[in-house]
């Protein structure tokens, strides 16, 4: 069973760096599935961030693409998320995921329980 | 960057009742489209991906159709944990990218 837990600060102030971890227990994060961060504002729908890959590629939301970015990492069997420059827009949700890839998505079909990021100051 | 359109954006039906959300796209995304429900409080769960192969544990009385740029879900006989909010979602191959749509709610009449 694949389990995923994300951590880091609940609170990031405005203009801060958000940095949020996501452990991986069941599956290594060095086979050949992509790695996603997802988020959802409070009342919203979901908004796909990005996706890293243990071959370093990685892909984001162009809405965001020139403050975030995703890495993961073989050793801890964790991947991780990096948001700069952070306004209040930036408070949501955020949820780690597994898109079970084997030459074709099969669907994001694990996802950590989600955490709350608020940015204020 | 595909656009996911989902209508309607909220159902109100009762329990027994079939229900049929739709979730146009504003270009091909051939048959990578899943969908997801959402109860308040919890991650989404995977439904359907494929546009019509249901994940693992996934009672049958719910349907994934279509392609191109025309998918929906059908949920046959409305259960009570069924009232919930469902998203669909792209998936591009190369580069690699997603995205969901705006979602649809099923609400109690």
């Known amino acids: 069973q694949v389990v995923l837990q994300e951590s880091g600060p609940g609170l990031v102030k405005p203009s801060g760096t958000l940095f949020l971890t996501c452990n991986v227990s069941?599956?290594?994060?060095?086979?050949?599935?992509?790695w996603i961060w997802v988020r959802q504002p409070p009342g919203k729908g979901l908004e796909w961030i990005g996706q890293?890959?243990?071959?370093?590629?990685?892909s984001y939301n162009p809405s965001l693409q020139n403050r975030v970015s995703i890495s993961v990492d073989k050793s801890t069997n964790q991947f991780s998320l990096r948001l700069t420059s952070v306004t209040a827009a930036d408070t949501a949700v955020y949820y780690c995921?597994?898109?079970?890839?084997?030459?074709?998505?099969?669907?994001?079909?694990?996802w950590g329980r989600g955490m709350l990021v608020t940015v204020s100051s | 960057e595909i656009v996911l359109t989902q209508s309607p954006a909220t159902l109100s039906l009762s329990p027994g009742e079939r229900a049929t959300l739709s979730c146009k796209a504003s270009?091909?995304?051939?048959?990578?489209l899943a969908w997801y429900q959402q109860k308040p409080g919890q991650a989404p769960r995977l439904l359907i991906y494929?546009?019509?192969t249901r994940a693992t544990g996934v009672p049958t009385r719910f349907t994934g159709r279509g392609s191109g740029t025309h998918f929906t879900l059908t949920i046959s006989s409305l259960e009570r944990e069924d009232f919930a909010v469902y998203y669909c979602?792209?998936?591009?191959?190369?580069?690699?990218?997603?995205?969901f749509g705006g979602g649809s709610r099923i609400e109690i009449k």
């Open positions: 995921a597994r898109d079970h890839f084997r030459g074709y998505s099969y669907g994001f079909d694990a």
């Open positions: 069941g599956d290594s994060v060095t086979g050949t599935n992509w």
């Open positions: 890293g890959h243990h071959s370093d590629t990685s």
């Open positions: 270009e091909t995304v051939s048959s990578y």
């Open positions: 494929d546009a019509s």
């Open positions: 979602q792209q998936r591009r191959n190369w580069p690699p990218g997603a995205s």
